[in-house]
């Protein structure tokens, strides 16, 4: 029988899994739900040897004599230093040393606790990865384990081979029962790398076949014509749905570039229909990164990450495989190695959803005046916007495909995004719109004075003195006016500001006022940067959002009711 203790089930299960099936064991206490749980199990090979610095350096001779990967186990306290010898000769040697040390709970160190040090960053200098496992209470602390243990498994040979730390804290050395019959059917992460035939490609092929697969296309990846050409063969054999958006400049035939609006619009009826089988995600950084989120862990699909980065990213907890190479090898070797086109309707059902919104008929309010500009922004043109609720609004309004668009959105943070405007148009030719609310206009507003400004350089600034975004909820529900340290709201203009600069100033107060100030933004021949700023109401702007939703959703008012009561009724 098995130790009832989820983070060793996890741990064991995962080792028999990549196939580490020798351990060098260590006698003590704190450690034995481990040792008990690889004996009971009968994969796995224990070795004893009762000084840990012996006992690692005995590790490994065994690696060396067969090549794999092989564990190492002690107690707590002094034990895990004595390994720091054997750790040092792995690490320069490229030996795939795997350290398992005991360890007490986290919140005990430095409580007077025996036999309790910092382990967990005793090695940091001379390990590929170390990390602490959790002790889990809840799912979320089960994905969280699971997930680390697997990104440390993986380590022991990605990108060359070498020592890998894995520190584990029991909460007791005792009283726990061994009742668990079998080890559970855990999730491992497998990596896929180049060389290209070193991955069973005809396999990977066979797991798509019949299935619905979801491309997710984020901001990292660029938009290369080879990879958009291998994606496009790729989606037409598989019939995948691409959801992605603006930042990604990504232009695939079966985009669906509106992915926020078209999920905030979805039928309940349509959404478990949708479920893909298989999302493949490409390059991060996506604005329906909520709503996606959301969608999918009602779900089980499985998770493929393709790119050249080397983190393990399991944003839906469903990462089953991490294939590290350009994407555009990933799509060509599918459709190579695909034996039948897959005859389905799933891109044709999302693009039905895709169609449905029309362009923002608003009163006068911050998404007007977006909508007014993006709507008219010339061919070729690169379009900078600011985070927040300017990157959100814009999401709801088509531009032409051959506009560029940029966000920082890799940590989505509202400073310094005018300075990287400005730095984007110093060495372009092309017209550069940049869109921002007051919040980063004011906080980034010396940007203005890097004398490599463009001239082609415009700006609209919209000005509802405060963070709309803290406020933005549905009608009826959004509370009393946020204090200022939440939402931030002041009475500054930029008029002085901009003049000063050189640039030449517009102001508007209402729709005819912003329509003749979009025109002039819009004018080619004026050789001076331009800057729109409008006010708007911030009591009207907190709502815009959610009535734009609310104006696009096609449920009748029974569907409406419906979806409201089996939702109370899951609560």
Known sequence: MYVNDKMVLQLVALLKKFGIKKVVVSPGSRHNKLINTLQADGSFKLYLVVDERSAAFFALGLIQECGDPVAVTCSSGTACMNYGSAIVEAFYQRLPLLVLSSDRVPELLNQCEDQMYDQASTFIGCTKYHCQLPVIDTPRDEWYCNRLINEALIELTHHGRGPVHINIPFAAHHGTAYDVESLPDVRK??????????????????????????????????????????????AEKYDAAVLTDKMSNCHANNAIINTTITMSIMKEQQAPALQPDVVISVGANYIFNNEIKSYLKNGHAEHWQVGMEDKVCDPFHTLTDI????????????????????????????????????????????????????????????????????????????IKDSIRVNCNRGVNGIDGSMSTAVGFGADSDKPLFYITGELSFFYDMNSLCIRHLSKKTRILLINNQGGAVMYDRPRGTATADLPIYLAAGENKIAKGWAESLGFKYLTATNKEEVDAGVKVLLDGSIDMPVLLEVFTNLSEDRY????????????SFSEKVSGKLSRIFKK
């Open 189 to 234: 992460i497998t990596l896929h790398q180049l060389p290209m035939k070193s991955v069973d490609w005809k396999s990977v092929s066979s797991r798509l076949k019949g299935k619905k697969v979801m491309i997710i296309w984020g901001q990292a990846v660029v938009p290369l014509k080879d990879v958009e050409a291998s994606e496009n063969v790729f």
């Open 323 to 398: 294939f590290e190479m350009p994407e555009a090898c990933f799509f060509e070797m599918l459709v190579e190695n695909c034996e039948s086109k897959t005859k389905g309707s799933y891109f044709a059902e999302w693009k039905a959803i895709a169609d449905i919104p029309t362009l923002p008929d608003m009163q006068y309010c911050e998404l007007y005046a977006i909508t007014k500009l993006m709507s008219q922004l010339p061919a070729s043109c690169d379009l900078q916007l600011a985070n927040s609720q300017t990157i959100r609004m814009a999401h709801y309004i088509p």
């Open 544 to 555: 815009c959002i959610s009535d734009y939703v609310k104006s696009q959703d096609q449920r």
